[in-house]
């Protein structure tokens, strides 16, 4: 049904946001002048603009050349390539308006048998120009066909141009009303097959493994809960090596599996963890006793100082290899946790330390001074919602790693009545959508997305929400300290 609605929903876009900017010469420009442009600037269109002296300047166009225009009026035709391009241009031009859809601007290419539509705006001046191949791409760009060509891949080259596709996808998908669960699920998906597939490739190239594994993810990967602000969190866990000779062998092939595959997930779109979490590092790629370990020194041993920075590591997920490793290694977490239950109580502190973006007048406190001024990180405030949910979870014995499905699980426990969930459950999702539209934003203007959001950029009701949800949040803060703590 997703599926189906984002077709339907890229089939009304308007043309305002898949246009592309034109090139132009005048009437006298050579033909091999022409293609000398043309080639520069990687266009198969060159509008031609008319040089007469009082002519409209809204149609400053008065034709136009093709590419195949060159290859059936000049190659084929073998005509002098110094004759002016007047001689061999498409005149008039075909238009169309900005605010058509894309459905619109199909059915007029296809009544009119071209490829392609000079789009005006609403002062019917030429703005740009719309293929048919780019709205064919960008219908195509659905997830269920991006995953099948990731699937069909037999070049490990051919994966890193695939998640570059994946902005459209959320843009279509957010603008047509869809809830975060689902854009984040879509994501999820994409970076699953792609990461399932450069495993194959790296196993491919190795050899078979000496040992049984499981290939990791950790932190938002590990919820399924990544935007478009992507870099890797990944774990190898393998099984115990019977001697010396065989933990040497396994040691050497999983962290060569991990640097080849973090590689390549990095030639993807997936940059490096910053904080080196991945499966490329020794530290993160061990059999099950030493990962077995690395949790009982932190459920057993950590102080809360500690526990900052491992959190993330509770929230892993099996893609690839022997889910059975996982399933074992979470049973063994929460034994542990329900004979050490001081352990949440020293999470729950460390939650509790990052207050949601709302000062003692309900205004939205921002920031003063550093990279992004007058700006709140959205992350920090969705953050305190998945450590609510990650905390209680682990209480609860609850496997599922994703915030949403964590939450539903504590609704049916009991833990959370049927009100607060539904509230939860909306607070986060308004959070999650506004992050989208941000990020999505910051790529259609070619710059970097991330999690800083001017208030200003926000129209006053969409303030008004955020003030509200910070000051609910502020109610979930409370019962996590009174559970935990002892105080609200």
């Not at 442009?37 to 266009?43: C, E, V």
């Not at 073998?78 to 008039?92: E, T």
């Not at 499966?279 to 061990?286: D, E, F, G, V």
């Not at 259609?444 to 949800?469: A, R, S, V």
Request: glycine share 4%; with cysteine.
């Amino acid at each position: 049904m997703v599926e189906l609605k984002t077709a339907q929903f890229i089939f009304d876009e308007p043309l305002s946001d898949y246009y592309t900017e034109i090139i132009h010469c005048d009437l006298d420009t050579s033909v091999e002048e022409a293609v000398t442009l043309m080639s520069r600037s990687d266009q198969d269109i060159i509008f031609v603009k008319s040089n007469i002296p009082g002519d409209n300047p809204l149609n400053e166009y008065i034709g136009l050349v093709t590419g195949r225009d060159l290859r059936d009026r000049v190659l084929n035709d073998n005509l002098d390539k110094n004759m002016p391009v007047m001689k061999i241009m498409s005149s008039p031009i075909s238009t169309i308006s900005m605010n058509s859809s894309i459905f619109e601007s199909l059915i007029l290419m296809r009544e009119k048998n071209i490829g392609h539509l000079a789009v005006t705006d609403y002062t019917g001046r030429i703005r740009g120009v719309i293929h048919r191949d780019l709205l064919f791409s960008i219908q195509n760009n659905s997830a269920s066909l991006l995953i099948s060509e990731i699937q069909k891949t037999n070049i490990v080259q051919d994966i890193f141009p695939m998640q570059k596709r994946v902005p459209s996808l959320v843009k279509v998908l957010s603008d047509s009303g869809a809830n975060s669960k689902i854009i984040c699920r879509k994501i999820s998906t994409i970076t699953d097959s792609i990461l399932k597939k450069l495993i194959n490739f790296a196993v491919r190239e190795l050899g078979d493994p000496p040992l049984k594994f499981s290939f990791m993810t950790l932190g938002s990967e590990g919820r399924e809960e990544q935007t478009l602000l992507t870099d890797q969190d990944n774990a190898i866990i393998y099984e115990d090596p019977k001697d010396e000779k065989e933990a040497v062998e396994a040691a050497k092939y999983f962290l060569k599996l991990g640097e080849l595959v973090c590689t390549w997930m990095d030639k993807s779109g997936y940059t490096f963890c910053p904080g080196n979490i991945m499966a490329m590092n020794p530290k993160w790629n061990k059999p099950v006793s030493e990962w077995r370990k690395y949790f009982k020194n932190w459920i057993t041993k950590s102080t809360p100082e500690d526990l900052l920075k491992v959190s993330i590591h509770f929230d892993f997920r099996p893609v690839h290899g022997e889910d059975v490793m996982t399933i074992e290694l979470r049973e063994f977490i929460n034994s542990l946790i329900s004979e050490n239950l001081s352990f949440l109580q020293y999470i729950s502190r460390n939650a509790l330390l990052y207050k949601p973006p709302i000062g003692f007048f309900g205004n939205i406190l921002l920031e003063s001074g550093g990279e992004k001024p007058s700006t709140f990180n959205i992350k920090d405030s969705i953050q305190l919602i998945v450590n609510f949910a990650r905390i209680y979870a682990l209480k609860h014995n609850i496997s599922e790693t994703n915030t949403m499905k964590r939450l539903y699980q504590l609704n049916r426990s009991g833990e959370l009545t049927d009100s607060s969930f539904r509230e939860m459950e909306e607070v986060y999702d308004y959070l999650m959508r506004t992050r989208f539209r941000h990020q999505v934003e910051a790529i259609k203007n070619n710059t970097k997305p991330d999690n800083d959001i001017n208030p200003k950029e926000l129209t006053e009701l969409e303030q008004h929400m955020l003030k509200y949800i910070f000051s609910q949040i502020n109610n979930f803060q409370k019962k996590l300290s009174f559970d935990f703590t002892g105080s609200a």
